[in-house]
């Protein structure tokens, strides 16, 4: 059974960072994919940044020379750097899982229809 167990949110204010960590479980598949999405207060979930199973990344506009992506395949555990915050960054994040999964390239915009699993989400909020 995948599991995936999200930290590293937090407040803080516009224009600091927050590192958010995913330690993924229970893959059975060498090649899986995973995502960041997040959700504001009466707002749909919406994708952030999502990594293939080649290792390839994409970003939604919005976080685009902000936000970086990485994973350390030894420790199964996804990062999400969050540089230049700003208040409507804030929302819960939400980590994703799907595997097996393909190889898509740097133009991958997955939805949430695509992902089979979740972690429990991480508040993180930015002030201004």
């Known amino acids: 059974q995948v599991q995936l167990v999200e930290s590293g949110g937090g407040s803080v204010q516009a224009g600091r960072s927050l590192r958010l960590s995913c330690a993924a479980s229970?893959?059975?598949?060498?090649?899986?994919?995973m995502g960041w999405f997040r959700q504001a207060p009466g707002k749909e979930r919406e994708g952030v940044a999502f990594i293939d199973s080649h290792g390839s990344t994409t970003y939604t506009d919005s976080v685009k020379g902000r936000f970086t992506l990485s994973k350390d395949n030894a420790k199964n555990t996804l990062y999400l750097q969050m540089n230049s915050l700003k208040p409507e960054d804030t929302a819960v994040y939400y980590c994703?899982?799907?595997?097996?999964?393909?190889?898509?390239?740097?133009?991958?915009?997955?939805?949430?229809?695509?992902?089979?699993?979740w972690g429990q989400g991480t508040q993180v909020t930015v002030s201004s």
């Open positions: 229970g893959f059975t598949y060498e090649r899986y994919c």
């Open positions: 994703a899982a799907e595997v097996p999964c393909g190889i898509y390239g740097g133009n991958w915009y997955p939805t949430k229809a695509d992902f089979s699993y």
